[in-house]
Every structure is written in structure tokens, then in C-alpha cells.
């Protein structure tokens, strides 16, 4: 049940990209936020709860609900898609609670995430706002064919986008190069064409809706920006040719740093196939130069995390946006625009991603003054989705 609540804040983000408010307060009322500003007591008989920073729920706009950071991925292979769906509830649950209120997800086995996204939106579980593409598109024998609908050709990928969407996806995933998880691919090389992209992509606006791509590999990355994607997932091994095209066509960059990270951090604990170390290890070497190169350059990146790959786990999204500051030198306060009001326009979530009167009142609040220290993000002190509190309080 939503309740009135008032929060005061020694520090408030508004998820604007603007500064940081010293001394705030927010009204929330009927689930939405009725008040905010500079510090205003709370009205007679209100519930009033107080936090170091005060910033909109979190957006993390890449992530696999049905996955919780295996180290060996083959286990979602396997699974028989009800214990898929009760494993990616209890994720969508945990990632809620540490402050994400909004989720992109780019693919579950068998559109679980589809069944995920409408039992939260019933309120059945609790959970994250979700758009989800439901399953990706890969070619045959492509990067996340156990998760994938296999397409060849630019008729059939068509399809595959019809397809899509009649099973419910917001959004299309498709896969322009190999990745780190798959056996047996190259996240260096190409795989679907340019002209299956584009028909994919085509067919997916015309129905008003966005597409993303895998694309690690440069020659895979330049296919699906002349095709027209929206965003590019990972992007790490750019170059001085694909920038351009990202800032000729205002395509974001949606970085995914922890999910070679994480990999790396972990390479000595065992459980993931040898394959996996050694591709992330090989990635690790240029990814942090190049997607500094393409923020420098002025390439629009999105926080995302690909929660759910090995050891990256759905309530750690802060590691993520501690190494957009650390490694590519992002200020804190740009870090917290690209992971709420940025994303949330990018994706067309609405009316959450700001602290304004009127919208949702989807809220973040950390010890701490996060707007000098992305670390701050580690200490939740409380969360609600739509005024209901979710942790903290
Ligand atoms: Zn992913």
C-alpha cells in the first residue's frame, strides 16, 4: 500500500543531470512525488524518514532476469523454464531492493521475462519496472543460441521480429557479433549481416519499438549502426570509424563494464569454463582505452550492467557505475544522470528517472553524499517503487 511519506535529504540528485540540492525534502502522496525542493517540514501526521543522498530508483538498462550471476551459464540452458521463472522472481525481487526500480531486460530463455514483466505489473511479485525483449535474435549457431531464435536472412529476421512481438517483447535484442558466454564463437567477429539488421530493425520501428545490439567486435559493431540500432551493448572493441557513426546517428553506448569485469575478478574461483576466462582476459586489455576514447569523443553512454552474467549480480549495479567513474574518468553526478533521467528518455520508461512533482515516486536513498562518492550507491537506506517502500524505513 502507498502512504503519505516525507523525506528529507542532506543531499538530493534529481536525476536531471543538473547539480546536486543541498538540504531537501520530498513529499510523496497517492504514489507519486507531490512535492520536492529545497527543505519543507513534514505536513501534520506525515511519516518522515531521512537519508544522505535522495535520488530517483536506479534504471539499469541491460539485464538477464532469469540469470543470478552463475558462474557457469549452461545451468539456464538446462533448466526447465518454471524454475527459470521462479529463479528470475526472485532476482527481479533482489534487484528491486537494492535500488533499481527499472529494468531493460535483453533476453531469458523461452520469453520468461515476459511472464516476469507482467506478474510485477500485477503486483504478484514484487519487482523492477520491466521492458524486456523477451529472447534475443542470433544467426544459426550464433552468440546466445540457447536463448536465442536462430534467423537467416533479412526475410527471416522479419520474422523473427514479428514473432517477437506477438509473444510480448517492448524491445528487440539482436546479436551482431559473438560473445564471451557462447562456446565456440569469437566476440571479435561479425555474425548477423547488416542486411538482416536492418530488416529486423525496419521491422521493429515500424511497430514503434527500439532495438538493441550485441556487438563487441568493430566490423560487427559499424554493421548495426549503418543499420539504424538504437543502442549498442558492450561496444568494446570500437573504433576511431564506429564513434563517428555513433555520433553521426546519436546511437547510445550501453558499456557493460562489470560483465567483463566481474569475470576477471573472479577468474581464479573455478565453476566458469575455461573458454570464458580466456575471452574476457583478452577483451580486459583494450575494453577500458576504447570506450573511454568513444565518452571522450562525446558518444552518449547508457548505465548497464548485463546483470546475471557470471558473479555479476543483479544487486550489485553499483559496481557498474563505479567503474564509469573510475575507469573512464565519468563525474559521480554524470554517472547517476546516465543510470536514471537519461536512460529512463532513452527508453521511454515515462514518468520515472526524476525527482519532480508529478512523476512516480521510484526513490533512492543511500547514506552518504553520492554526488563526491559513487561508492555511496553500496549503502541503501531506503527504496520505493510507485511510494511503496521496498527497503529501509
Ligand atoms: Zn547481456
Known sequence: MSERLHVRADILIDGSGGPALRDAALLVEDGAIARVGPYFPPPEGVRSLATGTLLPGLVNAHVHLDMAGESDTWVIVNRKD???ALAGAHQAAKTLRSGVTSVRDLGTKNFISVALRD???????????????????????GHGWPIGRETDGPWDARKAVREFLKAGADCIKLMATGGVLTPGVQPGNAQLEEAELAAAIDEAHKAGVHCASHAIGAAGIKNALRAGIDSIEHGHLLDAEAIEL???????LVPTLTAVQCIIDHADDGGMPSFVVEKASRLVTDLYDNIRKAYR?????????????????????????????RELGMPPLEAIHASTGRSADFLHLGDVG????GQ???LLGVRGDASRDIRALREVTLVTRGGTLYAGG
Request: glycine residues 14%.
Open 354 to 357: 526524476r525527482l519532480e512533482a
Open 297 to 325: 569523443a562525446g558518444v552518449t553512454i547508457v548505465a548497464g550492467s548485463d546483470a546475471g552474467t557470471p558473479f555479476n549480480y543483479h544487486d550489485n549495479y553499483a559496481y557498474e557505475l563505479e567503474l564509469m567513474v
Open 82 to 84: 518454471a524454475a527459470g
Open 246 to 252: 555513433f555520433k553521426q546517428r546519436g546511437t547510445r
Open 119 to 141: 506478474a510485477i505489473a500485477r503486483g504478484e511479485i514484487p519487482g523492477p519496472r520491466v521492458l524486456t525483449a523477451g529472447m534475443v535474435i542470433c544467426m544459426t549457431g
Open 360 to 362: 512516480a515516486a521510484d
